[in-house]
């Protein structure tokens, strides 16, 4: 894939971090002022980091339609890569995640509750500049 140029139009910092697809187009959010932009000609390539996000939210039992939210690329899509990759998750009616998204900050900050780990599943998951926390509250009668 060819290399994108992700420098910000707006104050030309050239530290951004990727933030969703919209239209086929990669978006990017500049880390030094915040603004989000696109980069032309994305095609029909889509980053294969979202195709992993995407399967592994997939897995977590994310819905497509939360999975659209999330990340910014279409359900149709997700669909067509849990086909293409012949992704199975397990069977699983008795409970269902539930997901927040941290800041770094915000992470730290709810690790260090040992009432926030305890009786619980959890993945950690980077998406754009924040960190997806995944939880199921499996093991609380
Ligand atoms: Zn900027």
């Known amino acids: ?79 067509n890569w849990v086909k293409q990759y012949n992704i199975k998750r397990a069977e699983n009616t008795e409970y269902r995640p539930t997901y927040q998204l941290f800041s770094y900050k915000e992470l730290l900050a709810f690790y260090k509750d040992p009432a926030n780990l305890k009786g619980a599943g959890m993945i950690v998951t980077e998406v754009g500049d924040k960190y997806m926390m995944i939880r199921w509250e499996r093991f609380r009668k």
């Open 1 to 79: 894939m060819a290399k994108q140029q992700k420098t910000c139009p707006k104050c030309f910092s050239e530290h951004a971090v990727k933030s969703g697809i919209v239209k086929d187009r990669q978006r990017y959010k500049c880390k030094e002022c915040g603004y989000h932009f696109t980069v032309e000609k994305l095609g029909k390539q889509i980053d294969h980091y979202y195709v992993t996000k995407a399967l592994q939210l997939y897995i977590e039992g994310v819905s497509y339609r939360e999975i659209e939210r999330i990340l910014g690329v279409s359900h149709v899509s997700v669909m």
